[in-house]
């Protein structure tokens, strides 16, 4: 018999230490956080690694956290409430369900907000809230609806990037104190009622309509301008045009005056201007439809003139064989 109880007292022992080591001895997960209690009181916190603590004398302080679950598809199903040992440090995300908010002009819409937050002190996150879930969610919402509550439905949905910054600073600032970071806020839903969404869609299709109308009137009046611009450079151009071809028949008949007068001299050279002129009316008279030509009585004077024509030609030509 007593050769049996050394053998048994070192099983128990070995049972004991077994056990007592077991307890004693555990490991945190890397961006891990364990706070450990003394006789109920705060001692220390473990970090990622092997940890010691004493079996009856420290113990393991939890956390809640809350859990959303998804079904296969990716759609929410539910959240839960769990109670763990171990302090996630990693940046996470806490997804609210959509809740009801009213804006500045009493217009009630749904909102889907999100929260990235981290931990950044273990200790202010278990001791200074009693659920830090519950409390982050709780806060989460209260300020959506302040800050929501201060805009009217336009300005809710022309400035979520406003919203998401006063939600992110407001958050912070309060999170800080239980040690939390909030690291980002987004609206992911903004949900107007039924009624309000038709006359948005009914006021941004009049306001396309309008836009249109306008965009095509201005083209019809840029349209308009561009044409008679257009015509008024043509006339231009053509009154140009026919300015020059004037100065230009006025300086060759200017040019002609002179050479018949260099060659004529000036008395014959007016006879002969004033001939040759009557002879371009006279074919112009000619050229109607009448059977019988009138001509003026001073004609004749002027006729008569011509037969020096002749001569006037002949002194010419003998002076240029001279």
């Known amino acids: 018999m007593p ?8 099983v128990v022992i070995a049972i004991v230490l077994y056990f007592f080591f077991r307890r004693a001895l555990f490991i945190v997960p890397q961006s891990q956080a364990v706070v450990i209690e003394r006789l109920g009181k705060f001692s220390r916190v473990s970090y990622s690694g092997l940890n010691i603590l004493i079996p009856g004398l420290e113990s393991q302080r939890r956390i809640h956290y809350r859990v959303t679950q ?3 598809e990716g759609h929410e199903v539910g959240t839960q409430l769990r109670a763990t040992p171990w302090i996630d440090m ?3 995300i806490l997804d609210f369900p959509s809740q009801s908010v009213i804006t500045k002009d009493n217009v009630v819409m749904s909102i889907d907000a999100v929260l990235y937050y981290r931990i950044n002190d273990p200790v202010k996150v278990v001791y200074e809230v009693a659920n830090f879930a519950e ?8 300020t959506l609806r302040n800050v929501v509550g201060e805009l009217t439905l336009d300005e809710t949905l022309a400035s979520r990037e406003v919203i998401n910054a006063r939600l992110r600073d407001t958050l912070d600032e309060v999170a800080e104190r239980w040690g939390v970071q909030v690291t980002r806020v987004e609206l992911q839903d903004i949900s107007p009622p039924g009624d309000i969404r038709e006359t948005m869609e009914l006021q941004m299709t009049a306001e396309r309509k309008k836009r249109a109308a306008i965009l095509t009137a201005e083209g019809e009046k840029q349209a308009v ?5 257009g015509v008024a450079q043509a ?5 140009e045009g026919r300015a020059e071809a004037r100065l230009k028949i006025v300086q060759a008949e200017a040019e002609a005056l002179e050479r018949v007068q260099q060659a004529l001299g000036g008395d014959r050279a007016a006879g002969y201007l004033v001939a040759m002129k009557y002879l371009e009316s006279l074919e112009k008279i000619a050229d109607g439809q009448a059977t019988k030509v009138f ?5 004749s004077g002027v006729l008569g003139s011509l037969g020096s024509m002749r001569e006037i030609w ?5 002076q240029g064989e001279e």
């Open 3 to 10: 050769d049996l109880i050394l053998p048994l007292a070192i």
């Open 70 to 72: 998804y079904d296969q």
């Open 90 to 92: 990693r940046e996470k």
């Open 135 to 142: 409390a982050i969610e709780k806060l989460t919402q209260t």
């Open 225 to 229: 301008i561009l044409q008679a611009e």
């Open 235 to 239: 006339q231009v151009r053509e009154a």
């Open 295 to 299: 001509l003026p009585f001073e004609a």
């Open 314 to 318: 002949s002194e010419a030509g003998k």
